[in-house]
């Protein structure tokens, strides 16, 4: 009997851009609140682009102006979704474009788990 060759993988269910709209802002809350933060002190959400329906999910909770995520969109069609680290090559494009101040870098995980962590840029000028 023949071995089926299986590649590893995840499936995405259609409820996560929805259920993103509907969560992630109090999990943004609570993790700013953690971390003595308020949603005004943050100059960029640097966030992991689960897929371009999450990444609007993403603005719309966190009511920001529509196509505000571009640097996650220019790395979700670059690369694809490689699950939360790709947020760290959002934040090398942020950190590129000269991105300073509070910021918030957001990854999501499997079974909807949201991680958080606050991270100052300095302005190399001031």
Same mark, same amino acid.
């Given at each position: 009997m023949g071995c089926r060759r299986?590649?590893?993988?995840?499936?995405f269910d259609r409820s996560i851009? =929805?259920? =993103?709209?509907e969560n992630f #802002?109090? #999990?943004v809350n609570r993790a700013l609140a953690a971390s003595g933060l308020r949603r005004d002190e943050i100059a960029r959400y640097v966030c992991h682009p689960g897929g371009a329906k999450v990444v609007e999910a993403i603005e719309n909770a966190l009511s920001l102006e529509p196509g505000s995520l571009r640097a996650e969109r220019d790395i979700l069609r670059r690369y694809g979704n490689m699950? *939360?680290?790709t *947020?760290?090559?959002v934040l090398k494009e942020v950190l590129a474009a000269g991105t300073s101040g509070q910021m918030? $870098?957001? #990854?999501?995980?499997?079974g909807f =788990? $949201?991680?958080?962590m606050p991270i100052v840029v300095e302005n190399p000028d001031g």
């Open positions: 299986h590649r590893p993988g995840v499936i851009p =929805t259920f =993103t709209s #802002a109090g #999990a699950s *939360a680290p *947020a760290l090559f918030l $870098a957001c #990854a999501l995980g499997p =788990t $949201a991680s958080f």
